[in-house]
Every structure is written in C-alpha cells, then in structure tokens.
C-alpha cells in the first residue's frame, strides 16, 4: 500500500498543479532537516500544492479526523502522515499526540522533511490567523536532543491564490528565508516557554512576508485595483502587459498594510479612497479591460499584426480544442455538477472539484482507450492513450488564449465607440496614483516614528 499510496498522492499532487496556474517564488527547500509551515486557505489543495513545490519526500502533519475517511485515511498512512488531535476533535484523544510529536522529532534528526499547518485548520479569513506553538517546539526538541548541531531550519511557504475556488486561476507557492533553529538554543536553555514563543513570532512574520494578509475581505478588490492603476501610472508594466501574480504580490502586500493602516488611523480618509477606487475599478469594468489596463491609444500596425497573429493562433489550435472538449467534457461536466449538488463552502470548493475530477477524468480516459480498441485495435488505443492527455493541456493553453483575445477585442470596441470614458479613465489614474503616493510617505513616516518609539528605552524592541 505504501507504493500505491505515494503514487496515489503524487498524482493528486499533479493534478492540484494542473488545476491551478501554479507559479514559484523564492528558494527551493535547503537539504537536511527541514520543516516546512504553511497558511491553510484552501483545504486539500494547499498540502497538495506544497508537496507538489517541494521537490523532496516529506512528511505530512495532518489532523487525526482525515484518517477516518475510508481509503483516504489509508492513503494517508501510507504514506506515513502523522496525526494530530485537536480539543475540537477529541479531547480525550490528545495524550496521542506526544507519539506524533516524538516521531516528529525522529524524522527531523534523521535528516527528513515535514509539513505542518500551524494555524490548526483550513481558515476563510482573508489574514493569516494565529499560529500553534507545535513547530516550534517540535525543531527545538530535534535540536536539543541532537546537542544543537542538527541545523534544523524552518521554511515559511507561502500559498495566495487570485480566486481559489476557479479552476485554472492562479495561485503563488512563495518560500522565504529559511529560519535557524539553533540560533534559539541560549533562549530555549533560560526560558523554553519564551523560546518557543519567540521562535512562533519569527515564523508567523515569515508566513506574513510570503502571503497577502487583508484586513476585511472588502479590501481585496481595493488592493488589485489599486496595484493596477498604480504600476500603469509608474510605468512598470505595459498597459495590455498582464503580470504574472507572483510579480504583482509585494506591491499588493504593500498595499493591503497601507489600507489596514489607514482603515484605523483615518477611517473618513480611508472611506474617501475606498470610493475612488471602486468607481475605477467599475469604470474599468465596463470597459472590459480585465486585469490589463487601457492603452492611451491604438495604432493600426500593431492593431491589424496582433489580428493576424491571435487569429492564426486561435485557428490553428481550435481543431484540436475541439477535439479535446469533446474528449474531456464528461468528466469536466461530472465534476462541476458533483460541486453544484453537494454546494461546499468557497474553501473546499476546489478540493472537491478535485476529488470527483480524479474519479471522473481517470475512468474517462480508460473508456476512451478502450473504446478506440475496440473499434480500431491496439495501435489505435496507444494512439489515443497519447493524444489524449496532450489534447487536454492544448486545449487549456487555447481557452486561456482565447479568453485573453475575446477581453482585448472587447475593450478595443468600447474604447473606440466611448473615448471620453478613455480620458476619464486617465484621469483618474493620475489623480489616485498621487494620493496613493501621498498616502505612502505619511504611512512609512509613522512606521519609522514606532520603530523609534519600540526601540527607545522604555520601547520594546523586537528580537
């Protein structure tokens, strides 16, 4: 079962990355002893994805109701996911943890990876919630009984998704420096309560610099409006460039302390802007921009080459998106009919569209190849047993395509038939990337007065 297991893990793995446009930043995992924390958004699809960019076997924190689930419980064990009990759960149950944090231990003194959730569940708010002290302790247990010189290091991932609930939206699979544990070893042999308090603070800010923390959900669509107007006012991005979310995040990370600052500190000034970008964001919309923006004019050379281009592309691929969709479309219309009847909250959206697509897609490919051999022999069924998953990724790059064109062919009519609506538009960008500007320098300004404030006698200064 063990070889079944990690089979059956790493396609569901795969198949989390296929559902999602997955994107990578920062290092890869470091060798040795490592644990890796991670944010829990998304239910199954985060530790699917973080196995997925880990790029070695690691070893799954999971908690102990997973494994009851018939044969998703032994897939689990199999591959040697340790348990854990929550008061929630089982209250009665919690003396088993310390056979899972010893065990934990052992992994990371023989030199292995582990995965943990430290904010103890899958969460719907847009920030990252307060983390459990169990990582910590469990790096500073590997390192004391190894005499400090394990080098254990803990890897804050990073998971943020565009709309996690759709499928082939975009998520980023961010990693940040990697933490030294031993570097704790004179506060945990004086004070392993404050240690491990310490140690959780200093993971907790590293998951907060790899993840877009939003005071109030409200200010997401703030965020991405005022990210895009304001790297098109500074000209860092073309204005029919569309960036990839991993290129877009520290600017949207910035944004959302920004906004969360000023939410508190000025709730009238923050009203004020709130207003003005929403009335951007609408005037975008109804020009179909998406998440590009409005080119400041449109030349008939580049106009009538991308024409050609797009519509050889489109032309070329669309015989075999044909093909595709109807090889693809029942289990496609199988899964998305699963998640209507059952209607999950938006946070196991993904993860049951999952689940039923890895019933659904598997048996359809082997009806199709057994169909194909059936009617035209074995040379037909290897034929079919190829293509077929080849049609579904050209299918995939064609719809992308094709939805980026239809938005561009949209926005060129409406600017066309609504060019003062164009003006406006300018307009406003000028006039918000300035207040943006404005309210930047007097937010930094007050971060530097606290940090002057904390680190003057009397202040409490950060570690």
Request: with cysteine; net charge positive; hydrophobic share 45%.
């Amino acid at each position: 079962m063990g070889v079944i297991g990690r089979s059956v893990v790493r396609t569901a793995a795969w198949a989390a990355g296929v559902y999602y446009r997955l994107e990578r930043a920062g290092p890869g995992l470091p060798d040795g002893p490592v644990l890796i924390v991670t944010n829990h958004p998304n239910m199954l699809m985060d530790p699917l994805l973080a196995l997925r960019v880990a790029g070695r076997r690691v070893r799954v924190l999971a908690k102990a109701p997973l494994f009851e689930i018939p044969l998703f419980g032994q897939v689990l064990r199999s591959v040697g996911t340790l348990p854990l009990y929550r008061v929630q759960d089982d209250p009665e149950q919690l003396y088993r943890n310390r056979l899972a944090f010893e065990e934990a231990v052992d992994v990371l003194r023989g030199g292995g990876a582990l995965l943990t959730f430290p904010e103890g569940g899958s969460r719907t708010s847009p920030a990252l919630g307060p983390l459990k002290t169990g990582a910590a302790r469990v790096a500073l247990a590997a390192e004391e009984e190894s005499d400090w010189r394990l080098g254990v290091k803990i890897v804050p991932l990073g998971l943020t998704y565009h709309r996690k609930h759709r499928f082939r939206s975009r998520v980023v699979a961010g990693t940040g420096a990697p933490i030294v544990v031993a570097e704790w070893r004179c506060d945990y042999e004086s004070d392993r309560l404050r240690a491990v308090r310490s140690l959780t603070e200093a993971v907790a800010q590293g998951l907060e610099r790899q993840t877009l923390n939003l005071a109030d959900e409200s200010d997401r669509q703030l965020v991405e409006t005022a990210e895009l107007l304001y790297a098109r006012s500074k000209g860092s991005a073309r204005p029919r460039q569309r960036l990839a979310l991993g290129e877009r995040l520290p600017q949207m990370r910035r944004f959302a302390e920004l906004f969360a600052w000023l939410r508190v500190s000025d709730p009238e000034r923050y009203e004020q802007l709130d207003r003005s970008l929403r009335d951007y964001a609408r005037s975008l919309e109804r020009l179909g921009s998406g998440e590009a923006d409005v080119p400041p004019r449109y030349e008939v050379g580049p106009v009538v080459r991308y024409i050609l281009r797009q519509a050889a592309v489109l032309g070329l691929g669309l015989p075999l998106a044909a093909l595709a969709a109807i090889a693809w479309y029942v289990p496609y219309f199988v899964s998305n009919l699963v998640c209507r009847l059952i209607k999950p909250e938006i946070e196991m959206v993904a993860t049951t569209k999952l689940l039923a697509g890895i019933i659904a897609y598997p048996a359809a490919y082997l009806a199709w190849i057994f169909l194909a051999g059936k009617v035209a022999g074995p040379a037909a069924a290897a034929l079919t047993a190829l293509a077929l998953p080849l049609l579904g990724f050209v299918a995939l790059a064609w719809i992308h395509r094709r939805e980026e064109v239809w938005e561009d062919v949209k926005l060129f009519f409406q600017v066309v038939h609504r060019p003062r609506l164009r003006e406006r538009l300018a307009e406003q960008r000028a006039d918000l990337a300035t207040r943006l500007d404005a309210l930047s320098a007097e937010w930094s300004e007050a971060l530097a007065e606290r940090r002057c404030l904390e680190g003057s006698p009397g202040g409490e200064s950060s570690r």
